[in-house]
């Protein structure tokens, strides 16, 4: 079956950087469109960047700049670089995987904590 297990999260301060990471196992790595959702207490959960089955990155405005998504195929792993972080960006973020645009996210991993501090 489809696993996606994140890990990286952490405590940072405002203005630092950190890499969450997205271990996928179970599907054919390269059809699927990856993405990191975060969700902020008492918010809704929200696509934060994507990265389409092609290798196209999608980013919200508010991580636009700061934040980069890749994928590896090798290691079928997904990447989320974030930098210039704020105490805004705080959530728990995590790992999706849909298999077409057409499709939901149908596969999630159980998040990870990332902690911006003033």
């Known amino acids: 079956q489809v696993q996606l297990v994140e890990s990286g999260g952490g405590l940072v301060q405002a203005g630092g950087s950190l890499r969450v990471s997205c271990a996928a196992s179970?599907?054919?790595?390269?059809?699927?469109?990856m993405g990191w959702f975060r969700q902020a207490p008492g918010k809704e959960r929200e696509l934060v960047a994507a990265?389409?089955?092609?290798?196209?990155?999608y980013y919200a405005n508010s991580v636009k700049g700061r934040f980069a998504i890749s994928r590896d195929s090798a290691t079928l792993t997904v990447y989320l670089q974030m930098n210039s972080l704020k105490p805004e960006d705080t959530a728990v973020y995590y790992c999706?995987?849909?298999?077409?645009?057409?499709?939901?996210?149908?596969?999630w991993g159980q998040g990870t904590q990332v902690t911006v501090s003033s």
């Open positions: 999706a995987a849909r298999l077409s645009s057409v499709s939901s996210w149908n596969y």
């Open positions: 990265i389409w089955s092609g290798g196209s990155p």
């Open positions: 179970g599907l054919t790595f390269s059809s699927y469109d």
